[in-house]
């Protein structure tokens, strides 16, 4: 079965920091382009970054950008999440979603509208 596997999430204090991990099973991520989601209780979803398959490309929305880093190594088939200066606004489950035409722009970030592949998400809570 071809799915997605969030890890690393939990419970930080504000202005901490975290790393999340988003892994493939059955398939590689070679080749497929990455967004990361999240959505917090009583909100939509939100596309919040993205890496291109090639690793040259990054984006972020503007409520994550300078504390987020999105990250990926091929060859160990994994994509990182390294968040900092976290905030409460930012606990929410976290999801990572992969799919081969989804296009990760440069220049205005363009959150994903379809992703063929979805993990079930890992819960990131912001809390002192």
């Known amino acids: 079965q071809l799915h997605l596997v969030e890890s690393g999430g939990g419970l930080v204090q504000p202005g901490g920091s975290l790393t999340l991990s988003c892994a493939a099973s059955?398939?590689?991520?070679?080749?497929?382009?990455i967004g990361w989601f999240r959505q917090a209780p009583g909100k939509e979803r939100e596309g919040i970054s993205c890496?291109?398959?090639?690793?040259?490309?990054?984006n972020y929305a503007d409520s994550v950008k300078g504390r987020f880093t999105i990250s990926r190594d091929n060859a160990k088939n994994t994509v990182l999440l390294q968040m900092s200066s976290l905030k409460p606004e930012d606990t929410a489950v976290y999801f990572c979603?992969?799919?081969?035409?989804?296009?990760?722009?440069?220049?205005?970030?363009?959150?994903?509208?379809?992703?063929?592949?979805w993990g079930k998400g890992t819960l990131v809570t912001v809390s002192s």
């Open positions: 890496i291109r398959s090639s690793g040259d490309i990054t």
């Open positions: 059955g398939f590689t991520l070679d080749g497929y382009n």
């Open positions: 979603a992969a799919d081969p035409t989804y296009y990760c722009s440069g220049y205005r970030f363009i959150p994903g509208s379809y992703m063929k592949y």
